[in-house]
């Protein structure tokens, strides 16, 4: 395939313009693309919202139900050990739901607005694969994990370019790293 074309899939696939790769080659968003990724994270922000109040929920059954039975049993029955457990079960849904509650509504998720460092890398691709297992809830099956490596990072290569970047061929990777470390995405790709 030749380098044009390459570049053609490229785009596509990973949905950049020329303006795009102009301002990625210069470190930087675009207006286009600091849109997209304030739109993602206030959808990411939104549905972290919406799980938190489920989990906040599970915290206020466990607190509604446990600790007062606990407190009943030992009250009325004079049944410390099985009262005991009831409140401990009620803290422990508290401590575990209340948690997962916290994480979902101010995690680590990207806020919209926010910093996004975009980096670089460039070089010859190295190919590889590696053969996974699915966890025993989805079947159990195997599947393979094709991935690329380029100036000393590692990319998921997805199966859609699987056999459209050919090993050894100069390439450039825009990627984004989150002001707080985590990992990004690719911005865009060419072919050198």
């Known amino acids: 395939m030749s380098e044009q074309n390459v570049n053609k899939v ?3 696939f990973f949905e950049f313009e020329d303006d795009d ?3 990625n080659r210069q470190y930087r968003l675009s207006d286009r693309q600091r ?4 739109d993602r994270a206030a959808f990411v922000k939104t549905g972290g919202a919406k799980l938190a109040l489920f989990f906040y929920g599970l915290t206020a059954l466990f607190a509604c139900i446990f600790i007062p039975v606990g407190l009943l049993t030992v009250l009325a029955v004079n049944d410390w050990g ?3 457990m009831a409140f401990g079960a009620g803290a422990l849904g508290i401590v ?3 948690g997962i509650g916290l994480f979902m509504q101010f995690g680590g998720n990207p806020k919209p607005g926010q910093s996004y460092a975009v980096r670089s890398v460039s070089g010859p691709v190295s190919l590889g694969q590696e053969e996974q297992q699915s966890s025993a809830d989805l079947g159990g099956g195997h599947y393979t994990v094709h991935f690329m490596t380029l100036g000393g990072m590692t990319f998921v290569l997805d199966d859609e370019l699987v056999g459209k970047i050919r090993e050894g061929e100069n390439y450039a990777i825009y990627y984004t790293n989150y002001e707080n470390g985590a990992d990004g995405m690719i911005l ?3 072919s050198l």
């Open 10 to 12: 490229l785009r596509k």
């Open 21 to 23: 790769l102009y301002a």
């Open 35 to 38: 849109k997209g990724m304030d």
């Open 82 to 84: 099985h009262g005991l």
């Open 96 to 98: 575990i739901f209340g």
């Open 188 to 190: 865009s790709m060419e």
